[in-house]
Nanobody
Framework: QVQLVESGGGLVQSGGSLRLSCAAS????????MGWYRQAPGKQRELVAT???????NYADSAKGRFTISRDNAKNTVSLQMNNLKPEDTAVFYC??????????WGQGTQVTVSS
């Protein structure tokens, strides 16, 4: 059984930093693309960043230059370092693991709130 467990969310002031972590258990391996998505109130879930097993990264324009995604294949973890946070970053952040379009796993989400 696959589980993705996020941690590290919280309340931070504008301009501050947070580091999100996701621990994956089960059959997750370096074959999976790992990523972070977010969903703000009243909006659709959107991509934040993804990373392949060999370290290739992809970022949403809103995350470029401020967020950094990383993973540890040996520990089956993926992290998101978020700097210079803005109120518009307020959302529930979800960890994601995907191997095929039909094989996708999600964590339960962690709340990030950025106050102005």
């Amino acid at each position: 059984q696959v589980q993705l467990v996020e941690s590290g969310g919280g309340l931070v002031q504008s301009g501050g930093s947070l580091r999100l972590s996701c621990a994956a258990s089960g059959i997750i391996s370096s074959n999976y693309v790992m990523g972070w998505y977010r969903q703000a109130p009243g909006k659709q879930r959107e991509l934040v960043a993804t990373i392949t097993g060999d370290g290739n990264t992809n970022y949403a324009d809103s995350a470029k230059g401020r967020f950094t995604i990383s993973r540890d294949n040996a520990k089956n973890t993926v992290s998101l370092q978020m700097n210079n946070l803005k109120p518009e970053d307020t959302a529930v952040f979800y960890c994601n693991a995907q191997r095929f379009i039909w094989l996708v796993y999600w964590g339960q989400g962690t709340q990030v709130t950025v106050s102005s």
